[in-house]
Each structure stands twice: as C-alpha cells, then as structure tokens.
C-alpha cells in the first residue's frame, strides 16, 4: 500500500491532509518540521512526500533539495503545496528539484489526484528506456514527449507566466466588480432614501384635500384620490422595502449562537399581533440552535413567516411549521405552509427583485422580501432554495453553515 509523508508546521492543515489522502487509501504519516521529514525520509518506506514550502526551520525547498541530493531518497517524488501567488515559486521549485504543484485551499480531490498522477508518472518514467522520450500521464491520458529538457522548462515557465498574468487580471477585475457593486448599492440607497420626502408630500397633500374637501368630490374624484392613496403606499413599501435591502447588504456580519426557536416564536407572536383575524395554527420545534447573526436571521424569518402568513389568507385551515430537516451532511432548517404554493416551473424567479408569481390583486407584496432573505443566506455562507406546489402550500428551506 502506498505510503504519503504529509509535511506541514500546522497540525491542523498536516490532519486535513491526512484525513483527505487516508479517504483515498493512502497510508499517511505526518511530520510537523523539514528536519523530522528529512530524518523520516532516511528511515525509508516512503513513497511520496506532500510539503508545505514555508516552515520554521527548513523550508519545503530545503528539504526537496536533500532529499533529491541524497542517493537514498532522490527517488521519492515530491509534491510542494504553494499559493502559486509569485512567478518565481514555480522556478524555485524546478531549481530544487521538485517533483509537482498542489495549490493551497484546492478542493480535496484535487490534492487526491496530484498525488495519483506524480505516482503514476514516476512508475512510467521507471519503466520506459533512456532514449524513448519522457512519458507523461495527464488529465487520465499518457503521452510520450520527445522534446529537449530546455524546451520543457521554457514551455512550463510560458504556460506558468500566463497563468499568473491572467490570475491577476481576474483579481483586477473582481476588484473592479466589487467597487461598481459598492458604486451600485450607494445609489439604490440614495435614490430610495430621497423618493421618500416627495412621496411622504404626496401622500400627505392628498390625504388633506380628502380629509378637508371630501364631501365637495364627487363618486369618480374620490376613486382618483383613492387610487393615489393606494399607489402612495404601495411606493413606501417598495422605499421600505428597498432600504431594508440596502442595510443587510451593508451591515456587518456578527455570529454568535442562539436559539433560534425563540425568535421564530417572537416573529410569530408579531404576526399574531398585528394580524389577530387570521388565525393560523402555528407549529415550532423546540431548541432549534442557530450560529450566525441574530437580527439578520431575524430578517429571514419575518420574510419568510410574513409570506407564509399572507398565502394561507384563503386557506380554510391555515398552517405554519418551522423546523429542521437533515440535508446531506448539514441540517436545513425550513418553513412550511399549506397555503396557495405556486408552480416550481417558475421557480427560478423566486429570489429576484421585485419578481412575483401571484398578481397583486390576489395577494399584496413588492417582491423584494425573498431577495433580502437570500441575501442574508448567502452573506452567511449558506443556500435558499424551496419546494411548492399550486394550491398545496411551500417549504422553504435554508442552511447556516
């Protein structure tokens, strides 16, 4: 069975390794230090070394550099781990005789398949004749390259170089994407925080001339001001609804364990009290625990039982449960209704701004709730998704990693 010597100064990351190349069938030992991996390498029985480069007292370049000076373990091929972030750690490592790359944070089958093609390019290149070339396994294929070893280094050198040219371009450009982002979000909160004064003077002016002048407006004028009233309000929510948007973009996210069965109960209780002729059967599991921040959590919730509340108006028998439900190797917590659902062919709108799947006439809202809630969800690292059916109520669900 193949034996791996993981190299690391960090415990934590040299066990991550460990538990990764073990998954693999790999038998795995670990060295904390170069000069224990130097002296472990000596002691024989190794088949591969995975390094980190930057350790205290001799760096994955020093120890590939014995290693590979020393008739006993220049065998042994040698995978360093890089951030690949400097043009010169690709040299480096050719110069110390390193045998392939892993980059740190690469997804674990990643480092699972560096490690099977550095094994199965030593076994080919044990195998074939001096003169035949050099054999080389890659993306599942081997190729037999015939070039000088001075065209090899000046092709991987080319290739390193516009690799590293267009990470830095993409990090530019991710840059970029963030100050038009901020550029954005200032002026959606600008132009929502300023629509209100006019509209508040609408709202109010009108509100007068019906209050003082009522009785002098016939059938038609007062369906006019009405009808103003109305568009008034619904423009306030969509305002309110706006700038509840803008701060959960903005405000900073502070984690910390709670209960969060107990703010599903208080986001209850408002509703209840807000809304005391709706009368709903109201279901929470108990002791549910939540680690993420409080009162954005608490946002999610008031959008998520606030529609729950509205679509089941029409239902007889009206329900709300939250609870938890197992999803994968994570637990998804979830509110169910069995009010109107909606058609999952239109699915794919649910979590836009200002997109809706039932007309106003059947059931108020701007459409915006939903994109807050996702927006909560995503900045804490999780997903939002539901599940509904037309006339047989929603679930949706969410997870706080």
């Not at 200032?186 to 209100?196: E, I, K, M, Q, T």
Request: a negative charge.
């Amino acid at each position: 069975m193949t034996r791996i010597l993981v190299v690391d100064d960090s415990r934590t990351q040299a066990e991550e390794a460990r538990f990764i190349l073990e998954s693999a069938d790999y038998l795995v030992e670990v060295a904390v230090s170069g000069d224990a991996a130097l002296e472990r390498l000596r002691a024989g029985g190794i088949d591969l070394v995975v390094s980190d480069i930057v350790m205290p007292d001799l760096t994955g370049y020093d120890l590939c550099r014995q290693a590979k000076a020393d008739a006993a373990t220049r065998h042994v091929p040698i995978v360093l781990l890089t951030s690949l972030s400097d043009p010169l750690d690709v040299i480096q490592a050719l110069e110390c005789g390193a045998d392939g790359f892993i980059t740190k944070g690469s997804p674990p089958e990643h480092l699972v398949h560096r490690v099977r093609t550095t094994l199965e390019n030593r076994r080919l290149r044990a195998e074939s004749p001096a003169d035949s070339g050099i054999n080389v396994h890659f993306l599942g294929k081997t190729f037999t390259v015939a070039s000088e070893r001075q065209q090899i280094l000046d092709l991987l050198v080319s290739t390193f170089e516009d690799t590293v040219r267009k990470q830095q371009e993409l990090v530019e450009s991710q840059q970029h994407l963030r100050e038009a982002n901020r550029e954005l979000e200032a002026f959606s909160y600008a132009v929502a925080h300023d629509l209100g004064a006019p509209l508040r003077a609408i709202d109010g002016w009108m509100r007068a001339l019906v209050d003082e002048r009522g009785e002098q407006l016939d059938a038609a004028a007062q369906g006019y001001a009405d009808r103003v009233l109305e568009a008034a309000s619904r423009m306030r929510q969509i305002i309110d609804d706006l700038l509840r948007l803008s701060r959960v973009v903005k405000a900073e996210l502070l984690r910390k364990d709670f209960d969060l069965s107990a703010i599903t109960g208080l986001v209850g209780s408002n509703l209840i009290a807000f809304q005391p002729d709706h009368a709903v059967e109201f279901v929470v599991e108990p002791k549910m625990r939540c680690y993420g921040d409080r009162a954005l959590i608490q946002v999610v919730l008031e959008n998520l039982l606030g529609n729950a509340w509205k679509f089941t108006r029409k239902t007889a028998q009206p329900r709300i449960e939250v609870g938890t439900i197992k999803h994968g190797e994570t637990t998804a917590f979830f509110v169910r209704d069995n009010g109107a659902g909606f058609d999952m062919q239109k699915a794919h709108k649910l979590f836009l701004p200002f997109e809706r799947l039932h007309s106003d006439a059947e059931f108020k809202g701007t459409g915006i709730g939903l994109t807050t809630a996702r927006r909560v969800i995503e900045r804490h690292g999780g997903r939002i998704w539901a599940k509904a059916a037309p006339d047989e109520g929603a679930t949706f669900f969410f997870t706080i990693p």
